[in-house]
């Protein structure tokens, strides 16, 4: 393998050194992207008397949750703003932090929207969901013609 030299330095208007970045599908495959995740991931499971949702939400607080169930829908909406300023002898940072997302569940019929509880213990959200006794579908009732 040889290796070549170039006298000049790329040219930013006529070179397509960039191009190669960012029109390559690689750039959006890189590992620092599949790192980054928008929404923590849940877990649902269904038990005898309801469902538990668990969901993996570290370095928030209780009072950083907004759930509320409406026409059905389980929503679980966050958001955290922090900034911290820090000043040394010659220099001073400043950084914010914004962390925000929101989860939608659609609820089976058999829950009672009355009996929802919901904890925030070791950076784990979880919720529970008790389940309501369904009545019973009635038989079809057969309509004589006449």
Known sequence: MTLLKSPVLPNLFTDKWLSDFFDNDRFFDADWMKRIQVVPAVNVKEVE?????????????????????????????????????????????????????????????NINPEKVEARYEDGMLRIMIAKKALSPEKPVKMIEVK
Do not use: C, H, Q, W
């Open 49 to 109: 008397k309801g469902f538990e949702i668990e969901m993996a939400v570290p370095g928030m607080t209780k009072k950083d949750f907004n759930i509320n169930i409406e026409n059905g829908v389980l929503t679980i909406f966050t958001e955290k703003k922090e900034e911290k300023e820090e000043k040394e002898e010659a220099y001073t940072r400043k950084e914010f932090n914004y962390t925000s997302f929101t989860r939608s569940f659609n609820l089976p019929e």
